[in-house]
C-alpha cells in the first residue's frame, strides 16, 4: 500500500510555470512506477507522463513533450512534474499514480495504476 499527496498547482498565466510535486508514503518508494495523469472539467483522465521505478525510462504525451519534465527523488519518497510555457489546455486536475515496478502493461491507462493522489487544481489563463 501507498499513499500519495499532490501539492503545488495553482493559478498562472499561459506562457508560466509549475512544478507539481507528489510524496509518497506507506511501502518503499522505489518499487513503483510513478505516472502523472490530468483530468479536466467534464473529460477523462488522461496520461501526462510516467516515470519507471529507477528513473531509467519517461514517456510523455505528446501534447506536453518538450514542456513538461518529470523526475523523482527517491530520498524524498516525492515525484515531480516541472511544467514550463503552460498553456491554457493544460488546465485540469492533475492526479500522480502508482503502480508496481514489475507492472508491464500499458502505463499510459489510468487503470495500470491501483494508488492514486487526491489530485491537484491546475489553472492557466489567457
Do not use: H
Not at 499527496?5 to 510535486?21: D, K, N, P, W
Not at 509518497?24 to 483522465?45: C, D, I, L, P, V
Not at 508491464?104 to 493522489?117: I, K, R, T
Amino acid at each position: 500500500q501507498v499513499q500519495l499527496v499532490e501539492s503545488g498547482g495553482g493559478l498562472v498565466q499561459a506562457g508560466g510555470s509549475l512544478r507539481l510535486s507528489c510524496a509518497a508514503s506507506g511501502r518503499t518508494f522505489s518499487s513503483y512506477a510513478m505516472g502523472w495523469f490530468r483530468q479536466a472539467s467534464g473529460k477523462e483522465r488522461n496520461f501526462v507522463s510516467v516515470m519507471n521505478w529507477s528513473g531509467g525510462r519517461t514517456y510523455y504525451a505528446d501534447s506536453v513533450k518538450g514542456r513538461f519534465t518529470i523526475s523523482r527523488d527517491d530520498a524524498k519518497n516525492t515525484v515531480y512534474l516541472q511544467m514550463i510555457n503552460l498553456k491554457p489546455e493544460d488546465t485540469a486536475v492533475y492526479y500522480c499514480g502508482a503502480t508496481s515496478r514489475y507492472y508491464s502493461g500499458n502505463y499510459y491507462n489510468a487503470a495500470a495504476y491501483p494508488y492514486w493522489g487526491q489530485g491537484t487544481q491546475v489553472t492557466v489563463s489567457s
